[in-house]
């Protein structure tokens, strides 16, 4: 059964990106591989250079979808659909849905402080709810 867990963040210009890198590390810790599914291609591309400045005790191989390794990295940052490699944990900073949320063990999700992104927020935790995934919410400061 897929797991989702939502953070909920509470500064407004939080959309986190910072905790989105410590959740993908905590998650290649145990050996999971990672898709981090972000809303276009510059955000990807700002995630990919946030990994790089990980302090080398943290350091996780990780690369932008189509970019290193023929069979990929633990960690790979995407922003399409489409790019999703199934099993393994998804990191979702976009506003949008996996149309198979069952193909994944564990969807990351947050739930940002302005209130239009926090309602989108809270239809895509019902979806999940609806397709039977156990869900989990918590302050992302906690």
């Not at 909920?8 to 910072?18: P, Y």
């Not at 905590?26 to 946030?50: F, G, H, M, P, T």
């Not at 302090?55 to 940052?77: A, M, S, W, Y």
Request: with cysteine; hydrophobic share 35%; glycine share 6%.
């Amino acid at each position: 059964m897929t797991h989702v867990s939502f953070y909920s963040l509470t500064d407004a210009d939080d959309v986190g990106h910072s905790l989105s890198c410590s959740l993908a590390c905590e998650a290649y810790s145990k050996k999971q591989r990672v898709n981090v599914w972000c809303a276009d291609k510059e955000q990807a591309e700002a995630i990919d250079e946030l990994l790089w400045q990980l302090p080398t005790d943290r350091f996780i191989p990780h690369n932008l979808v189509g970019e290193g390794p023929k069979g990929g990295t633990p960690v790979q940052v995407c922003w399409q659909p489409e790019q999703l490699r199934p099993n393994g944990t998804v990191i979702v900073l976009s506003n949008a849905t996996i149309s198979n949320p069952n193909g994944f063990q564990h969807i990351i999700d947050f739930v940002p402080a302005a209130d239009a992104e926090k309602a989108l927020a809270r239809e895509r935790y019902k979806y999940y709810q609806r397709a039977g995934c156990t869900m989990r919410f918590t302050q992302a400061d906690s």
